[in-house]
């Protein structure tokens, strides 16, 4: 961890913040109390992002463990000698339960849980003080701590900052309720047509997703296939928000945002950056915290959930109400139809097809999508074959990771579950378990081929157009004259050329006969179809 002071805009900060904290007190009924020094310089030089992280993990922490009351928000300043230098005090009080006095010593320890026995049910390792404590004593900072056991808790700290502009923030719960009460629009009703947003996931399947999930809001999204591609992009273009991938092979998502927040003339250094993980695992929050993102959302990515992020941090004068010509159907408690195409898929064990289709957004979405795990099956299971050869097991466990998560979106829960069991082996050098379990994971890869086969096959067949009858007669001469000669290339090519056209069902019979003939090298069987 380093300490990178840039120049930045306090109100901004408090926005963010602001934003973040309001929607988990609100899912938790908290009042959240607003009290910020209307005279306090907002054009501050300092490291804007590790503040954020601090002032976020103290925030979370106070919701999580706060069950009724309210959540009190406060940033005041003192002045010093200095004129251009300020301390900026922050302190966050909740009415939680508080904190044993005997316990006190455990709370900047790591992986230590207060009442572990009490708090067994709210998520987190217990590293979030322990980070925040090592960023405020980088910065020549500590967090204080006050507590009364049964009444609740007070974090708070005290930050020289040097003021860049003596401009004021001025009255900011004011200006927040209204930007509030304009992001009321309903969920279900978001349009943003004005905001632009990068997405980098080496996936294509999930970049198919996510353009689907949003596409009714007309938010306008950029999409990058890897880390570097994304930074490129990000030189280029201000974004609104980014969403990186955590797990990419050469460049992961935290390498990226680590890369993009250290160059100061990037556009988008203090861009808000969510996480997409397929991993949702107990302390997520506080490691991509702490690595210097905003959020994260899980994958396979729910569509409310992904909509809530764009409110909690677009800009607000970006987010407009859909107009009332467009209706939007309650999607999540209706179970979607079938269609017809994909109705032999319907009775597999392997393949929740309803589920897939929420999870891609759609019924339009979700068969290309399907498509796209089919056709890249083969190429898939190659290079999870060649990583396994070669004992390659990071790029291995990141090739099981992509598979694990292209399966959840189509619907393949239970073999997505083995392939996170795979990932998570190879994540702890459990060579002993892939080695058990590998050649059982790929030989079930491989028979999702035939039934997914049949599909495409059929819909690729439907889809071409019918030969007509001329054709027909000039091909079945050629056929005829090809097998006079027992000229098997001659064949080949004229079945090249028909593979092209769907053939009549009066002559497919005939056709087939004369392709299993040709396999065989029986000229006599194809000259006999020819009276």
């Known amino acids: 961890m380093e300490i990178i002071p840039i120049d930045y805009d306090l109100s901004s900060v408090l926005n963010d913040l602001v934003n973040m904290v309001q929607t988990r007190a609100d899912d938790k009924g908290l009042l959240l109390k607003?009290?910020?020094?209307?005279?306090?310089?907002?054009?501050?030089?300092?490291?804007?992002?590790?503040?954020?992280?601090?002032?976020?993990?103290?925030?979370?922490?106070?919701?999580?463990?706060?069950?009724?009351?309210?959540?009190?928000f406060a940033v005041s300043f003192e002045r010093t000698s200095d004129e251009d230098v300020i301390f900026l005090n922050v302190s966050v009080r909740d009415t939680g339960i508080g904190i044993k006095e005997e316990d006190m010593a455990k709370l900047f320890s790591e992986f230590e849980r207060i009442e572990e026995k009490r708090n067994r049910n709210i998520e987190g390792t217990g590293l979030g003080m322990n980070i925040t404590q090592r960023l405020l004593g980088m910065?020549?900072?500590?967090?204080k701590v006050e507590s009364v056991y049964g009444e609740g808790s007070v974090f708070s700290f005290r930050l020289e900052q040097h003021v860049t502009a003596?401009?004021?923030?001025?009255?900011?719960?004011?200006?927040?309720?209204?930007?509030?009460?304009?992001?009321?629009?309903?969920?279900?009703?978001?349009?943003?047509?004005?905001?632009?947003?990068?997405?980098?996931?080496?996936t294509p399947m999930n970049l198919m997703v996510f353009k689907s999930l949003l596409k009714r809001t007309k938010v306008r999204i950029d999409t990058a296939a890897s880390g570097d591609e994304g930074l490129a992009l990000s030189y280029d273009k201000k974004y609104d928000m980014i969403f990186l991938d955590h797990m990419m092979p050469q460049k992961d998502g935290i390498e990226t945002l680590h890369e993009l927040r250290?160059?100061?003339?990037?556009?988008?250094?203090?861009?808000?950056?969510?996480?997409?993980?397929?991993?949702?695992?107990?302390?997520?929050?506080?490691?991509?915290?702490?690595?210097?993102?905003?959020?994260?959302l899980t994958k396979p990515i729910d569509s409310v959930k992904l909509e809530e992020m764009l409110l909690n941090y677009l800009p607000a004068e970006k987010i407009e109400e859909a107009a009332d010509e467009e209706p939007v159907a309650d999607t999540a408690a209706a179970k979607p139809e079938i269609p017809d195409a994909l109705q032999p898929l319907s009775g597999q064990d392997w393949i929740d097809i309803s589920l897939g289709i929420k999870n891609s957004g759609d019924t339009e979405t979700y068969?290309?999508?399907?498509?796209?795990?089919?056709?890249?099956?083969?190429?898939?299971?190659?290079?999870?074959?060649?990583?396994?050869?070669?004992?390659?097991?990071?790029?291995?466990?990141?090739?099981?990771?992509?598979?694990?998560?292209?399966?959840?979106?189509i619907g393949a829960t239970g073999f997505a579950k083995e392939a996170q069991q795979l990932e998570n082996a190879g994540k702890s050098s459990d060579i002993a378990y892939i080695?058990?379990?590998?050649?059982?994971?790929?030989?079930?890869?491989?028979?999702?081929?035939?039934?997914?086969?049949?599909?495409?096959?059929?819909?690729?067949?439907?889809?071409?157009?019918?030969?007509?009858?001329?054709?027909?007669?000039?091909?079945?001469?050629?056929?005829?004259?090809?097998?006079?000669?027992?000229?098997?290339?001659?064949?080949?090519?004229?079945?090249?050329?028909?593979?092209?056209?769907?053939?009549?069902?009066?002559?497919?019979?005939?056709?087939?006969?004369?392709?299993d003939a040709a396999k065989r090298f029986d000229y006599d069987a194809i000259k006999a179809l020819f009276p």
């Open 34 to 72: 607003l009290e910020f020094d209307p005279n306090t310089p907002k054009r501050l030089h300092g490291d804007e992002v590790r503040i954020k992280q601090i002032i976020t993990n103290i925030l979370t922490n106070a919701v999580k463990y706060t069950e009724k009351g309210s959540v009190t």
């Open 139 to 143: 910065m020549g900072s500590a967090l």
């Open 166 to 202: 003596w401009e004021e923030l001025g009255d900011y719960e004011e200006s927040y309720r209204a930007s509030l009460s304009k992001r009321s629009v309903s969920k279900a009703r978001l349009s943003a047509p004005n905001a632009i947003v990068l997405v980098v996931d080496d």
């Open 262 to 296: 250290s160059r100061e003339k990037d556009p988008n250094i203090n861009t808000p950056t969510i996480c997409l993980t397929a991993n949702a695992i107990s302390g997520a929050r506080e490691k991509y915290l702490a690595e210097g993102f905003d959020d994260y």
């Open 367 to 409: 068969l290309p999508l399907l498509k796209i795990f089919y056709e890249s099956m083969d190429d898939k299971a190659e290079e999870i074959e060649r990583f396994y050869a070669e004992e390659n097991w990071s790029d291995y466990t990141i090739k099981v990771h992509a598979l694990k998560s292209s399966a959840r979106l």
């Open 435 to 515: 080695r058990a379990n590998h050649r059982d994971f790929m030989t079930k890869l491989q028979g999702f081929k035939a039934p997914l086969e049949e599909i495409f096959l059929k819909q690729e067949e439907e889809n071409k157009p019918e030969a007509d009858a001329d054709l027909l007669a000039v091909c079945f001469d050629e056929i005829h004259a090809a097998a006079e000669d027992c000229d098997y290339d001659r064949l080949d090519n004229i079945f090249n050329e028909l593979s092209a056209y769907r053939i009549p069902t009066e002559h497919e019979e005939r056709f087939r006969k004369i392709l």
